[in-house]
């Protein structure tokens, strides 16, 4: 089974296909234009037809086998009639519109299948510089002592993705403080940022377009505001217990993990890390939320899950020269 390596191999060299294409085109085109320039100044200028001799100039009637042989060519340097007739330009020097061959979007991609694989584990120093951004569901890192408590949190009650787009003021989950969450995130400028928020805009059905839509502009306008070199990591929705889904028919569990398939492939496409954090969370055969994790709503988890969660976080980030990791470095284990 393919991994997260094999599609960002795929998607690097996918890339360099598409620059290579470009640029041969650019040479072809170039190419044409130095031979048409070439063949217009090298054409030699029409001879203009002799007039007709008058009857007392015309020659002897040749016999036929006289007219049949071709006139040697005058030695006074004259430029013998061309007898091909010329190049209409406008027949070949166009351009036209070439159907792309060459995929440039992912749209079908498995979550499973792009999420970080498990690599090293890093301190919880590591954190210190990492800014949650999202719903409640990911407060509860931050308000126990078995998730990530040293982190920074922009994680609000109740809110959706086009909450932060809209920038609406709202009370984070973690610090208790109304705040707007753009101004808010900015003011941490972190080195990596963590997502997750969907649970809230998936409680609506039929919704998915729009969702990416606004995810895929949240993390543009959060380039926008912190530093080029921020890391953002996708973290999947996890699934809830299987009682939800009849109070919260958006919540349904299959259709959470088809939403995981669209945030993995809009990972693919804005540059971001996909963290599949599902595996620590939920049961694999159905993506229900694990029981020993529940809390009475059955969407938010317990201190055992955000423990579970935190650890998951830990052994499934990309390596970086900058993070301590607890033992061996992953990159001596990988020879790299």
Same mark, same amino acid.
């Given at each position: 089974?393919?991994?997260?390596?094999?599609?960002?191999?795929?998607?690097?060299?996918?890339?360099? &296909?598409?620059?290579?294409?470009?640029?041969?085109?650019?040479?072809?085109?170039?190419?044409?234009?130095?031979?048409?320039?070439?063949?217009? &100044?090298?054409?030699?200028?029409?001879?203009?037809?002799?007039?007709?001799?008058?009857?007392?100039?015309?020659?002897?009637?040749?016999?036929?086998?006289?007219?049949?042989?071709?006139?040697?060519?005058?030695?006074?340097?004259?430029?013998?009639?061309?007898?091909?007739?010329?190049?209409?330009?406008?027949?070949?020097?166009?351009?036209?519109?070439?159907?792309?061959?060459?995929?440039?979007?992912?749209?079908?991609?498995?979550?499973?299948?792009?999420?970080?694989?498990?690599?090293?584990?890093?301190?919880?120093?590591?954190?210190?510089?990492?800014?949650?951004?999202?719903?409640?569901?990911?407060?509860?890192?931050?308000?126990?002592?078995?998730?990530?408590?040293?982190?920074?949190?922009?994680?609000?009650?109740?809110?959706?993705?086009?909450?932060?787009?809209?920038?609406?003021?709202?009370?984070?989950?973690?610090?208790?403080?109304?705040?707007?969450?753009?101004?808010?995130?900015?003011?941490?400028?972190?080195?990596?940022?963590?997502?997750?928020?969907?649970?809230?805009? @998936?409680?609506?059905?039929?919704?998915?377009?729009?969702?990416?839509?606004?995810?895929?502009?949240?993390?543009?306008?959060?380039?926008?505001?912190?530093?080029?070199?921020?890391?953002?990591?996708?973290?999947?929705?996890?699934?809830? &217990?299987?009682?939800?889904?009849?109070?919260?028919?958006?919540?349904?569990?299959?259709?959470?993990?088809?939403?995981?398939?669209?945030?993995?492939? @809009?990972?693919?496409?804005?540059?971001?890390?996909?963290?599949?954090?599902?595996?620590?969370?939920?049961?694999?055969?159905?993506?229900? &939320?694990?029981?020993?994790?529940?809390?009475?709503?059955?969407?938010?988890?317990?201190?055992?899950?955000?423990?579970?969660?935190?650890?998951?976080?830990?052994?499934?980030?990309?390596?970086?020269?900058?993070?301590?990791?607890?033992?061996?470095?992953?990159?001596?284990?990988?020879?790299?």
């Amino acid at each position: 089974m393919s991994d997260f390596y094999t599609y960002r191999n795929e998607f690097s060299r996918k890339r360099r &296909q598409r620059r290579i294409v470009g640029v041969l085109s650019v040479l072809f085109a170039l190419a044409c234009l130095g031979a048409a320039w070439y063949w217009y &100044q090298s054409r030699e200028p029409e001879q203009t037809p002799a007039p007709t001799p008058t009857p007392a100039a015309a020659e002897p009637t040749q016999s036929p086998e006289t007219a049949a042989t071709p006139a040697p060519t005058p030695a006074t340097g004259e430029t013998p009639e061309r007898i091909v007739q010329a190049v209409d330009t406008a027949v070949w020097n166009t351009s036209t519109p070439v159907e792309q061959t060459i995929d440039t979007e992912y749209f079908n991609t498995d979550h499973r299948m792009v999420g970080v694989p498990m690599l090293g584990t890093v301190t919880d120093s590591y954190f210190n510089t990492v800014t949650f951004v999202g719903d409640s569901i990911a407060s509860g890192l931050g308000l126990y002592a078995t998730g990530l408590p040293n982190a920074k949190y922009a994680t609000y009650i109740s809110a959706g993705v086009n909450s932060f787009v809209n920038n609406a003021t709202m009370t984070n989950a973690v610090t208790h403080v109304e705040e707007t969450p753009m101004e808010a995130i900015a003011a941490t400028q972190p080195d990596y940022v963590y997502l997750l928020v969907g649970t809230n805009n @998936l409680v609506t059905q039929g919704n998915e377009d729009s969702f990416i839509a606004y995810y895929e502009r949240l993390i543009d306008m959060l380039r926008e505001r912190l530093n080029p070199g921020v890391i953002f990591y996708i973290q999947a929705i996890p699934g809830v &217990q299987e009682t939800v889904v009849e109070s919260k028919p958006g919540l349904d569990n299959a259709r959470i993990a088809t939403v995981n398939d669209l945030l993995a492939n @809009l990972a693919l496409r804005k540059g971001c890390y996909f963290v599949n954090i599902r595996e620590a969370l939920t049961n694999p055969a159905d993506g229900s &939320q694990i029981d020993d994790y529940q809390v009475t709503d059955g969407v938010h988890f317990n201190p055992a899950g955000y423990r579970a969660w935190a650890e998951y976080l830990a052994t499934h980030t990309v390596w970086n020269r900058r993070s301590i990791y607890s033992g061996q470095n992953p990159y001596y284990i990988y020879g790299a």
